[in-house]
């Protein structure tokens, strides 16, 4: 958390430089609260919108039975799906930025957690006929973890949805979840032919997706996903790595075991 310097006991000759930085940072909390501010008013006034628009085009969807017509409601909907999602990405990541603590951190079972969030993507899971394995303790009490709830949702929900998104039909996704006394570690491995042009050095950084989910557009999605997921892993004094091992693409997260 960042704080102001403390300007009782010292030499006089430092007074006004601790007074000028104190005042400058002042200024600079000010400026992300207020960036803060304007960030979930934006997006609010974006989903609004956004809102009306789905819902009218899910109404003439329902009413309209020339096939022509239907898929490009279909397509609407998709359209104003995506960008919402986009931006509830962008103030995801806009609070994490301007987060100065951790919050509120709780004890709280990681694989009831997890086995909560893949029941979410069943639809998901089964348009694609995969199959989730899960190699865990079935003990809740062993894998708890200090975490911010809400943080770890978002954090294990963005994991599956990006191994969901680019893993081949038919194929399994590897959930591991590991803990000793020091640290717990999670770890989802997906199977894909989309590797060869990944920058594994890059899939952290804001917007980055790979060439070929670009060029062919296969694959809907922000780029923000494991960009936000190395923020709150970070927020948490944790760690996160992606590798790429023949056509598995393998992400863990080390957090600890307070």
Avoid: M, W
Avoid at 142 to 151: D, F, S, T, W
Avoid at 161 to 190: F, G, L, M, P
Avoid at 200 to 212: D, G, L
């Amino acid at each position: 958390k960042i704080k102001k310097i403390p300007e009782n006991n010292l030499p006089q000759e430092l007074q006004p430089f601790i007074k000028s930085f104190n005042s400058l940072l002042e200024k600079l909390l000010n400026s992300l609260e207020n960036e803060k501010r304007f960030t979930d008013y934006a997006a609010h006034e974006l989903n609004t919108p956004l809102t009306a628009i789905r819902l009218q085009a899910q109404i003439l969807l329902n009413e309209n039975h020339n096939k022509n017509h239907r898929s490009e409601f279909e397509n609407l909907i998709e359209a104003v799906d995506g960008a919402s999602h986009l931006i509830n990405q962008l103030l995801t990541l806009s609070r994490i930025n301007c987060e100065n603590d951790k919050t509120i951190l709780k004890k709280i079972s990681a694989i009831e957690l997890i086995d909560e969030i893949i029941q979410n993507f069943s639809k998901e899971i089964s348009q694609k006929n995969l199959k989730i394995i899960k190699n865990f303790e079935n003990n809740s009490s062993k894998n708890n973890v200090a975490i911010n709830k809400i943080y770890f949702q978002i954090l294990f929900k963005n994991l599956l949805d990006n191994a969901i998104k680019y893993s081949r039909n038919d194929e399994e996704i590897i959930i591991d979840v590991e803990k000793n006394i020091e640290q717990i570690s999670i770890k989802i491995t997906n199977f894909n032919d989309d590797l060869t042009s990944l920058d594994t050095k890059k899939v952290f950084e804001n917007f980055y997706r790979s060439n070929k989910s670009i060029n062919t557009g296969n694959v809907v999605g922000s780029g923000l996903g494991l960009a936000i997921c190395k923020k709150i892993v970070e927020l948490h004094n944790g760690s996160i790595t992606f590798k790429c091992l023949d056509d598995k693409a393998v992400v863990q997260i080390f957090l600890k075991n307070y």
